[in-house]
């Protein structure tokens, strides 16, 4: 007799059998179908098994083998899209929360998406390329193949896997067709160049650049005004070449020098490599006057920082690098600070990383600001909208009542009755204890006011990556691969005070001191909370540090705060994330591309005067050794001193073939500056270790003995 713990080993196919599918077993599944009608029409009975053949031979007297084909492969056609015919299909949900064009665009890149990662196991690059495109115009006529496709992939999703897809524009034939639907823009190509490290940096390999340039290099010496722009990828992919599009059209609409960094990804540097390379770009271009890209050098150079999702998220963390440095050159008594950027373009931002689920009261304020209300009007709405979605049958708030709502305070409406026990609210009367005489008119009235559904005041509100989770763009899944690629197995930061791995968190001192920041975001973005609370929090650091002045008599009273002087936002409706980069499937995305060149002139105009009226500094600003360089240190545990920023004078330069994990390692003692209030279990950091490498491992295809998955 076999004892209870004895293992029982069970086969594939019964695995599969008891709901354990198995992918092998799927395979050897279909072959075996295959296999055995195709040998039983080879060699069995022409007219099928002893109980069809009377039929068959009927009906082979009636129907051709041509017709008998149409007409099997017409019913199985039917049978499949039953629900379709008939009314009993599940809706679409994302059918009615884009645009039409929009919508029409996720469907093809999803289709691009869908082929590519089907072919990306080939290994003979141009037949992975050609079978890529062979792939996607299959999946663009079977839509909901492509879709399936692509939400499995996303489930399980690795570094290769974001890679494919987001490098796919300058893949040969995708390029090819871009560069057809392309308008004509600039008559020179984009250069490759590469930008020296700082003297006092402590890394050795230059910036890898592009310079978009329409016109000769000799023209640059007539250019003062720079654009640096960061381009977005996820933290992971993609290089300014993937954003030719706004790039060019930037470069040919303004007339100036566009230099987008082609910072290293993660995993191979994780945070905070790439931020560091950043900070050294601006420093090296301001050192130097502008000449390591062939600008005269006659002047400090004017520039305005760029960026679109992740490398919004690098040009704000730029920002405050710099600001941060300029402060403390000030303690220092120090004139030869860094200066700050003209002004900044974002461009649907990636600025909180730490992900949560539920708005808190300050981010719901921000978002109500009196102000703002034309412009979130549709995000509010929207935030108020989530229960009803849940309870269809509750009564919903008419649109003075909902205004009534936001204006005070910051929480999202429901409506109960009155009669609930929860939100019984009793008469003055009541409360002293005396009893009503009698039925009055305005008793009557009240009772009829009191019967009506009644606005209550809940804190309920859910965050915008919560709210459109199922887009079909940006997903958490994705988002939650990026954030720990970024990050890296062995850094554990502080996500609640590091701002500069999400600058939402950035001190208020520090936004006081922003330069002009515009906003370009989709309404349907799952990022669109970090756009309108960032906004918020800058427009209300700007206003604090306004009235404050004047309380100084530091302006006159008759000074009044214009928020347009320091923000503006603009939330597209009806369209998510991304927009920017498949502008030859989504045309209406030309628009917001020269709207963004637009911004970017006025920010030069606007500072015009300012910079007209000071003095011009004719020499270069050298950065002695004594002047501190700024840089990001990644950190190890939570519970590490709120010191984003350190400052070094190390100027020892290391061996260029080290590692970057060698060279970014300078860490802080993560036990020694515990708070003596933490507890924490022995076993604790091999604990985190293990979890954030078993993570880290499956989003980039190894497996537990470091090996590559097939």
């Not at 050159?329 to 990383?353: F, K, M």
């Not at 791995?501 to 936004?511: C, F, G, I, K």
């Not at 190890?636 to 970057?660: A, C, N, R, V």
Request: aromatic residues 8%; positive net charge; proline residues 7%.
């Amino acid at each position: 007799m076999i004892g209870m713990n004895t293992a029982i080993k069970l086969s594939p196919v019964a695995y599969h059998v008891l709901g354990r599918p198995s992918i092998k077993f799927r395979k050897i599944q279909v072959f075996a179908v295959v296999s055995f009608w195709s040998l039983y029409l080879l060699r069995g009975n022409n007219h099928g098994p002893p109980i069809l053949r009377n039929i068959s031979a009927r009906l082979s007297k009636r129907l051709t083998a041509w017709q008998t084909l149409v007409l099997t492969l017409l019913w199985l056609y039917t049978a499949r899209n039953f629900a379709k015919i008939f009314g009993l299909e599940s809706p679409e949900p994302l059918a009615n929360l884009y645009n039409r064009a929009y919508f029409r665009a996720t469907w093809v890149t999803t289709a691009l998406d869908a082929g590519f990662w089907t072919a990306m196991k080939i290994k003979r690059k141009w037949l992975r390329d050609l079978a890529s495109m062979v792939f996607s115009v299959y999946y663009l006529i079977a839509a909901e193949q492509a879709d399936e496709k692509v939400r499995k992939v996303r489930g399980l999703l690795t570094v290769d896997h974001l890679r494919v897809s987001w490098n796919k524009a300058t893949t040969p034939y995708l390029s090819l067709v871009s560069r057809i639907m392309r308008p004509k823009l600039m008559q020179y190509p984009p250069r490759a160049i590469r930008i020296p490290r700082p003297a006092e940096s402590v890394y050795n390999e230059p910036v890898n650049a592009w310079l978009y340039f329409d016109g000769p290099l000799s023209a640059l010496r007539n250019h003062t005004n720079i654009v640096l722009d960061l381009p977005g990828g996820g933290f992971v992919a993609m290089t300014p070449r993937h954003h030719d599009d706004k790039l060019m059209a930037w470069a040919a609409r303004t007339g100036l020098p566009v230099l987008s960094l082609d910072y290293r990804k993660a995993p191979e540097y994780p945070y905070p490599y790439a931020l560091n390379e950043a900070y050294d770009a601006y420093h090296t271009l301001v050192a130097t006057l502008g000449r390591c890209i062939g600008l005269a050098g006659l002047s400090p150079p004017r520039i305005v920082l760029t960026g679109d999702s992740a490398g919004a998220n690098f040009a704000v963390g730029l920002c405050l690098m710099v600001l941060e440095s300029a402060n403390m050159e000030r303690r220092l008594q120090d004139q030869q600070s860094l200066p700050a950027p003209e002004g900044l373009v974002l461009i649907y931002p990636a600025l909180d990383l730490n992900i949560g689920n539920w708005m808190s009261d300050e981010q719901m304020s921000l978002i109500q600001d009196q102000r703002m209300r034309k412009i979130n009007k549709d995000i509010l709405k929207r935030k108020s909208q989530d229960y009803y979605k849940l309870r269809p049958d509750t009564p919903h708030p008419s649109d003075d009542e909902h205004a009534e709502s936001l204006s005070s305070g910051p929480n999202a409406g429901i409506v109960l009755n009155e009669d609930s026990s929860t939100t019984a609210v009793k008469s003055p009367a009541a409360k002293e204890g005396h009893l009503a005489a009698g039925p009055t008119v305005a008793s009557q009235s009240s009772a009829l006011a009191s019967s009506r559904p009644k606005l209550l005041k809940t804190r309920l509100a859910v965050s915008s990556m919560i709210s459109y989770f199922n887009d079909r763009v940006l997903t958490p899944e994705m988002m939650r691969a990026m954030i720990i690629l970024y990050v890296g197995p062995h850094n554990r930061p502080d996500f609640s005070s590091d701002f500069l791995l999400s600058p939402l968190l950035a001190p208020e001192a520090m936004l006081a001191k922003f330069p002009k920041t515009y906003f370009l975001t989709g309404e349907r973005d799952p990022l669109v909370d970090d756009t309108v609370i960032f906004a918020g929090r800058i427009r209300q650091a700007k206003q604090n540090d306004f009235l404050q002045k004047k309380e100084l008599g530091l302006r006159k009273k008759k000074d009044e705060f214009n928020e347009k002087d320091h923000v503006e936002v603009m939330l597209i409706p009806g369209i998510s994330h991304g927009f920017l980069q498949f502008v030859s499937v989504f045309p209406e995305g030309w628009r917001h591309v020269f709207r963004c060149g637009r911004w970017i002139e006025d920010i030069f105009a606007e500072n015009d005067n300012l910079h007209q009226s000071s003095a011009h500094h004719t020499e270069p600003i050298h950065l002695s050794s004594r002047h501190r360089h700024h840089r990001r240190v990644p950190t190890e545990s939570s519970g590490d001193e709120d010191m984003p920023l350190q400052m070094s004078t190390i100027s020892t330069k290391e061996d260029s073939h080290s590692s970057p994990r060698s060279r970014d390692s300078r860490v802080r003692p993560s036990i020694d500056r515990r708070k003596q209030s933490m507890v924490s279990l022995a076993s604790e950091e091999d604990l985190l270790g293990r979890r954030m490498k078993g993570l880290a491992s499956g989003l980039m295809g190894l497996t537990t003995d470091g090996t590559q998955t097939p």
